[in-house]
T-cell receptor, first 111, second 115 residues
């Protein structure tokens, strides 16, 4: 079963709008990571947030983590057509070395 | 190298044949992961290598799948007697530390098509 699940499965927005994706997980974690995938190929790491952190920023990305609700969100501000990709969250159950990925959110940004 | 390298990038094989997929991790990275991704799906964990420790093979779907990592560097994933359901993108990732507390670096994957 999936440890992390992204929501929504698909998101379509206009350039300049903000995009918000959510991730829910089931068990305690040490950290949560977000990755981006273009065209079904390799994943690129975006941001890592640790279990004792609540919010983290990187450029136009903002990630929040709510361990009480076992959820995280990824916000992309002022989206661009180049942000079109699939976005995955990855978690490892506390103490585990094996990260599990959700099915991802497919984001389309229309120019 | 600059990143994780996988070869071949694409592989078409006939049902029943064996295939070998190769992964060259980033030099010095001790952790190496194999995942596979079917069309429109998430990543399915296959196997994990860490240094000289015994690999975690808990994700391998059947005994037709095996993997090795020689000298703590290059890894080869072998699929014997391929089936059509083996068609997927096979992704390799490496990480500098064994625990999942730092980013993993992914290769571009091998797209396997079994016909």
């Amino acid at each position: 079963s999936q440890q992390g699940e992204e929501d929504p499965q698909a998101l379509s927005i206009q350039e300049g709008e903000n995009a918000t994706m959510n991730c829910s997980y089931k068990t305690s974690i040490n950290n949560l990571q977000w990755y981006r995938q273009n065209s079904g190929r390799g994943l690129v790491h975006l941001i890592l947030i640790r279990s004792n952190e609540r919010e983290k920023h990187s450029g136009r990305l903002r990630v929040t983590l709510d361990t009480s609700k076992k959820s995280s969100s990824l916000l992309i501000t002022a989206s661009r057509a180049a942000d079109t990709a699939s976005y995955f969250c990855a978690t490892a159950i506390g103490g585990s070395y094996i990260p599990t990925f959700g099915r991802g959110t497919s984001l389309i940004v229309h120019p | 190298g600059a990143g994780v390298s996988q070869s071949p990038s694409n592989k078409v094989t006939e049902k029943g044949k064996d295939v070998e997929l190769r992964c060259d991790p980033i030099s010095g990275h001790t952790a190496l992961y194999w995942y596979r991704q079917s069309l429109g799906q998430g990543l399915e964990f296959l196997i994990y290598f860490q240094g000289n420790s015994a690999p975690d093979k808990s994700g391998l779907p059947s005994d037709r799948f095996s993997a090795e990592r020689t000298g703590g560097s290059v890894s080869t994933l072998t699929i014997q007697r391929t089936q059509q359901e083996d068609s997927a993108v096979y992704l390799c990732a490496s990480s500098p530390r064994p625990s999942w507390d730092t980013e993993a670096f992914f290769g571009q994957g091998t797209r396997l098509t079994v016909v």
